[in-house]
């Protein structure tokens, strides 16, 4: 299942039933699983672990050494699970220091031109689309859509079943279940119809309704003092809602709105 015309080393592990087309570098330190398939074209360097069943277009590079200029060459490293797709021209590096290993997890897709930084880490069902890039220690929770050409300044978070605007600059923390669209990015409503089609119960949608209304529809006021009165409503107490205000309690950066 190797083309004649790949370079991998022996050094590499490939798991079974893995196909590696015309002109791919395969470097030492790679770990490929089982059923994965790379088309053409393609440099993997390491150390990088790919999970199993994974697919990867031509000229995509994957786990090459960290931009970020303060590197100094010691070991890193980028994890990726299952079932991911990396399109063309995709790009991942590897972290900038053993304890913080770039990782993606499984079930993605990245879009043709998505870039995926030094120590950022990506979730699961994501869509990066066409030219969405991740600065260094970015992370993006589960389920999250980027659109096309959408940028994300380093050490932001982007919450989970949230989507993102095409060419929106993101340099605060994009709360869970939000659409977020502009340069700057703000807030323009809950992300209903991703809810609904994961399966969301109707009272958390509900509730989650309701936690938007008390946060985001009144600009200008205290995000705390916000907070505060959402917690004595009734809706204060669903899940969805504890993750929503767990995820703002957490933000270092500040919150998009």
């Not at 398939?37 to 000229?59: A, C, K, M, Q, W």
């Not at 079932?83 to 900038?96: D, P």
């Not at 669209?181 to 399966?199: F, H, M, S, T, V």
């Amino acid at each position: 299942m190797i083309h004649s015309t790949a370079v991998v080393s022996p050094k590499a592990k490939i798991g079974d039933e893995v196909e590696i087309g015309p002109y791919c570098v395969i470097g030492d330190e790679v770990q490929i699983g089982a059923r994965s398939r790379l088309h053409s074209h393609l440099v993997l360097e390491g150390p990088v672990t790919i999970g199993e069943d994974n697919e990867f277009y031509p000229f995509s590079s994957i786990g090459a050494r960290s931009q970020d200029l303060k590197y100094s060459g010691e070991p890193t490293y980028a994890q990726i699970g299952d079932r991911n797709t990396f399109r063309e021209f995709v790009t991942v590096h590897r972290g900038t220091s053993p304890e913080s290993p770039t990782r993606i997890g499984s079930d993605n897709n990245f879009l043709a031109y998505t870039h995926v930084a030094h120590d950022a880490v990506v979730g699961d069902h994501c869509i990066l689309s066409n030219a969405a890039t991740l600065a260094g220690h970015v992370t993006v929770e589960d389920y999250v859509i980027l659109s096309g050409m959408a940028g994300v300044h380093q050490f932001c978070r982007v919450g989970a079943h949230s989507m993102i605007g095409g060419c929106t600059k993101i340099v605060q923390d994009v709360p869970p279940f939000t659409i977020a669209d502009g340069n700057p990015a703000q807030i323009r409503g809950l992300n209903l119809i991703g809810l609904q089609r994961r399966g969301f119960a109707p009272e958390d949608i509900r509730a989650l309704k309701t936690a938007y209304k008390t946060l985001f529809l009144k600009k200008g006021l205290n995000l705390t003092a916000q907070i505060e009165t959402l917690e004595k409503l009734d809706s204060g107490s669903n899940d969805k809602v504890r993750q929503l205000l767990g995820f703002l309690g957490s933000s270092e950066r500040g919150i998009v709105r």
